[in-house]
């Protein structure tokens, strides 16, 4: 550069670069069409297939409300409440998930993990059994009580800043007794079947109810929009505290907005359906790489983590040889993942 | 694009109960190149950190064009004043061109869409650090010199008129030291870029800043030209070193060469008298 850049080469390079970024923004939406497609072929197959089969032109009719005998019931209760609530609550622990993970730069600070999506579900086991409460009330306490973990691991790793292990750490710790208070007020109310136990537990969507999806979808809405508005401060932080600042990044405001939407998304999901294991853990990490990291994970972690529950759900229902919640399926597919990491970040010498 | 003036007045800083920095007050001149030189630990990095607001002060000001840093909306601030600092990390698995565009981070709203005066930037950015052609490679994948070359582009594309460089040859060869600074006096003759960095190299900063800040204990123990700065005495008694300076015999700027214990032709009024002990080999260095 020791002489001004000329202006043809400059715009030679301008358009060099600006073909790169359409090829890469054509394979970005590729991969987007592929997750959409995936997720509406899982939604066909799980309204038509299940303990019958449903033919397409008598799932549009029941659908479309015509009563058919043996399907309508089947389709408009019970296959349709499930697809709907299973997309909802996966598109929320997927987009909590991934914020999680990029804001503390590491895939074990996901809400499952340090404990966040435990201590909604002990909460919203603690509002039914012993307050008594229903419906949209359970979602507040489990709204609430989320936060408050967040808060309280935050306070908890504390020691002049936060490093991401030792949050990581005091969140394992935190989420471990949450869980035991859960099992323990699920012990005090006999009258439940174990599938509703295991709702608390490991997450499911068994029973679930279409009017259960309405707070569900205005939370997704409200909380996902304010995530995606800080996507591209979201970016920033990911190359660290100090660039993102240099790039005019509002560091505590970010963080605030994004721990409060992801909280937000995965209590108002568990809420619903509990818990459902490792979601948000997988959600982001499969997203990277079926896009290598192509743009933001934002909203491909959303379909897939929708994929995983309605797939999860799925399989857990009719191809393995007992009925298991979606949580049991998802946790198997999540477990070794997590050895993984512990692995990898241990042989790099503790990258976290 | 105009150059805006930095001004530090009475500035105090440092981490919670210990003060790093006291009583500091500077004239960064505008469209200068600006080093800030000094022993380890003696507040470089803070000043700096100071000067780009990642560190509030506990007292004092930092004015960018009169205007406190400080209250600044962070954007606007962003605009005018870009920074990088000591060994950024990439993230995993981007690209060179995602990450110099990210360098238009300040200047794009909430829904504002890439636009062409975007593109014009970054590819001049790429074109300035001679990185077009890595566009399409991973960040993770280069040397250390174009990494560090990646990371200026990215800089470049914020086009600020002031640019804060923490160490930016570290860790890099001698030749890729070379490099990395003449693209920043090219950018700093070319532009008018206002540059400030902390530099490790006392020779290198004498040799490419046109002001040398000589630090020491947290104040600020002289300024000005490198003839006026980089000189036996300041090299005692900053870094606590003997030193011969001579005149450079290609640039005609002040060398320093450091006087160890183990000279061998030394001439004999400057000679260290001491026995050779059997010391191990870093500590002679340090």
């Known amino acids: 550069m020791s002489e001004p850049l000329r202006s043809d080469q400059l715009c030679l390079a301008a358009a060099g670069i ?11 939406w590729y991969v987007w069409a592929v997750l959409l497609a995936c997720l509406l072929a899982g939604v066909a197959l799980t309204l038509m297939r299940g303990q019958s089969f449903t033919p397409s032109m008598t799932l549009l009719r029941a659908l479309g409300g015509a009563d058919v005998p043996g399907v309508g019931f089947t389709v408009r209760e019970l296959r349709l409440p499930r ?12 987009l909590g998930g991934v914020a999680f993970q990029t804001m503390l730069r590491n895939p074990l600070a996901s809400p499952d993990i340090i404990g966040i999506s435990t201590g909604a579900s002990a909460a919203a086991v603690f509002a039914i059994v012993v307050l008594s409460m229903s419906g949209p009330a359970v979602s507040i306490v489990a709204v609430v009580a989320g936060l408050g973990v967040a808060l309280l691991i935050y306070a908890l790793s504390w020691r002049r800043g936060v490093t991401g292990a030792r949050l990581i750490l005091v969140g394992i710790g935190l989420a471990a007794m ?5 099992a323990y007020l699920l012990m005090r109310a006999p009258s439940w079947s174990l599938q509703e136990s295991l709702r608390w537990m490991a997450g499911s969507v068994n029973g679930v109810q279409l009017n259960q999806a309405l707070p569900l979808f205005i939370a997704l809405l409200f909380f996902g929009g304010l995530i995606l508005s800080c996507s591209r401060d979201l970016e920033a932080l990911r190359m660290g505290d100090d660039i993102a600042e240099g790039l005019g990044v509002r560091l505590t405001a970010t963080r605030v907005s994004v721990i409060v939407a992801a909280v937000g998304l995965v209590a108002f999901a568990t809420a619903v359906s509990g818990p459902v294991a490792f979601v948000a853990f997988l959600s982001g990490p499969i997203a990277a790489r079926l896009t290598s990291r192509n743009g933001s994970l934002l909203i491909p972690s959303a379909l897939v983590g929708a994929l995983l529950v309605l797939l999860g759900d799925y399989v857990g229902q009719f191809l393995l040889p007992a009925r298991y919640p979606v949580g049991i399926v998802t946790g198997v597919l999540g477990a070794p993942y997590l050895v993984y990491l512990i692995i990898r970040d241990n042989k790099s010498g503790g990258a976290l | ?6 001004l530090v007045h009475d500035l105090m800083a440092g981490y919670g109960e210990r003060t790093v920095l ?6 960064i001149p505008s469209g200068r190149n600006t080093a800030i030189v000094g022993a380890n630990a003696c507040g470089k990095s803070t000043l700096l950190r100071t000067l780009s607001r990642l560190l509030v002060p506990e007292r004092g000001k930092v004015l960018l064009d009169g205007l406190s840093i400080h209250r600044l909306p962070a954007r606007r601030l962003a605009q005018q004043l870009g920074l990088l600092p000591q060994s950024p990390i990439a993230p995993e698995g981007i690209t060179v061109l995602d990450l110099v565009s990210r360098g238009r981070h300040p200047r794009q709203g909430l ?3 890439w636009s062409s005066a975007d593109e014009a930037a970054v590819a001049e950015a790429l074109e300035a650090t001679h990185t077009t052609e890595l566009a399409e490679r991973a960040v993770e994948e280069l040397s250390g010199g174009q990494r560090q070359r990646v990371w200026i582009a990215m800089a470049l594309a914020q086009q600020t008129g002031v ?6 040859t570290t860790f890099l060869d001698i030749n890729h030291q070379i490099e990395v600074l003449d693209l920043l006096t090219d950018l700093n003759r070319m532009r008018g870029t206002t540059i400030v960095m902390v ?3 006392l020779n290198l900063a004498a040799r490419y800043a046109d002001i040398l800040v000589a630090m020491a204990k947290g104040r600020i123990y002289a300024i000005g030209a490198p003839e006026k700065v980089l000189t036996e005495q300041m090299v005692w008694e900053v870094f606590g070193l003997a030193s011969r300076v001579i005149e450079d015999p290609v640039t005609g700027k002040p060398m320093m060469i450091p006087l160890g214990r183990h000279i061998a032709c030394e001439p004999s009024r400057d000679r260290v008298e001491e026995p050779i002990k059997n010391t191990p080999s870093a500590e002679i260095c340090a």
């Open chain 2, 1 to 6: 694009m105009s150059s805006p003036s930095l």
């Open chain 1, 18 to 28: 600006a073909r790169i970024r359409r090829k890469r923004a054509r394979r970005r």
């Open chain 2, 163 to 168: 640019l804060l460089l923490d160490e930016p």
């Open chain 2, 111 to 113: 829904f504002a869409r």
């Open chain 2, 199 to 201: 530099l490790h190299e």
């Open chain 2, 22 to 27: 006291d009583d500091i007050n500077l004239t």
């Open chain 1, 83 to 94: 697809a709907v609530v299973s997309i909802l609550a996966g598109i929320c622990f997927g």
């Open chain 1, 178 to 182: 949450l869980q035991s208070f859960t």
